[in-house]
């Protein structure tokens, strides 16, 4: 039987990590994911692996750029305003093709906000927080159990397609303690790939990992990195379905929002009231063939720890505007399932409008 | 059937821990768990609490906004969380350090115990959180004492501190045996 840990979201996401074949950690303290760097601190050393808490953010995720570069597998992670410090270099794992992991526990608030769970970085982390034309394979844990699974395989979907995978995590999930199996140790080489970086001999030139531009013809570049996203965007759509089919208002929500829709389709449907759920396991890229499962679909509702309606931006451009779209969106404090409820019920009473701004 | 708990108390009184028990009492019994703790700058004012949430279904939301149990093992725990009890509740405090005068709730059952008393008579006084689940196992439904002190000694044992365990069944037995 496989062993069950009782362990906090972030320690399952550092642990599945670890267990997906990690052995290169560079992160910086902050709440509220501080306990990824506890528990990679006490595992790097018991697997052998390394653990650095860097001097900053910075420095954090250069590191592993260098680390990943030489074939490790390698992860960064953090949250609110150290996110964005680490923006800077995740651009430049994107254009060296750094296949990098970094999760960020979503905090609530602008510049340095809070420290309680929110879901206002969709933005930031959907719509490329650096520059240049890129987004991150996104994929959006709602349980400590998914916490461990993606971390678990985070680094083979980043392999497979030498781009960044970003864990989008919360610090409801991440402080929570829920019973999580635990997965078996991947093996892994990290001599056998043939992009990393390692000695050479005398006379044969240095293998080099660096931002392409000053490496390839950009236009024999941009047409395969455009072609590898388009591919990307083709296979990796990732969700799950609930009662979508016969659901007259379809909610849309990811992480821990879609834990509590999740209870409000249940219990909108002891009161016949027909709801259903599309939830995005991927969140780039954004899984729109979810939308061809709806056949009887008056208005689509995301539910959203944020006050803009972030997300309610990218159901709208998917679902190819074809359905009135509203937001529940409920800033630093999570959604409660009786809200959910009665605001299904104002749309089919067709007592409110869609906002366009909020 | 869903159970909603919250447990306050000071920093250093076991109240993280005393979640914890109960998530793995629960979690030993087959049941969907979840347990939230107060963190960061919540933490650094002295108070702790946890959220555990009980069900036979898949959770939704590991907040418990309003607790069918409170456990409150200090004044200022009663104050912050009183209100938010759902009515028929059931609230117990620790005597020892809660002005029972400071109860403004009569649509709860209130149970009592000097739990922090009787712990520092056992010569074990941080067991008061201990002396209390005891208690709350007599006036609830929630676990039978063989339940709740059979997996209460695997945590420890799992933890590194099963040396205490007969001590710490000492303190259970003791909130236990409570009227």
Redesign the interface.
Known sequence: MAE?L?IKGNEALAEGAIRGGCRFYAGYPI??QSEILEWMGKRQAEVGGVFVQGESEIASVNMVYAARALGVRSLTSSSGPGFTLKQEGIAYWVSAEIPGVIACVQRYGIGDGF?GAGQDNYWQAIKGGGNGDYHLITLAPNSVQENMDMAYESFELAEKWRHPVLILSDA?IG?????CEVRPYKEYDKDQLDWAVKGTPIGQPNKIVSDVTYIEPIDEWNEYYLNKCRKIIETEQRWESIHVNDAEICLLAYG?SS??A???V?KAREEGIKLGLIRPITLWPFPKKAFSELKNCKALVTVEMNMMGQFREDVILYSGNKYPTYAITTAYK?P??DDIIAFAKKIIAGEIEPEEVF | MITEIICAGFGGQGVLTAGKLLLYAAYKKDKHVTWFPSYGNEMRGGSANCNVIISDDRIASPYADNPDMLIVLNGPSLEKFQNTVKPGGRLFINTSLVDEAMVTRTDVELFKAPVTDIAISLKNERAANIVMLGYLCKKTNLFTDKEFENSMCEYFEDSGKGKYNEKNVEAFRSGYNLD
């Open positions: 069950i009782l709440t509220p420290i409801t402080q929570m303690i829920e019973p821990i834990r509590i999740e209870g409000a249940r999570v409660k399932i």
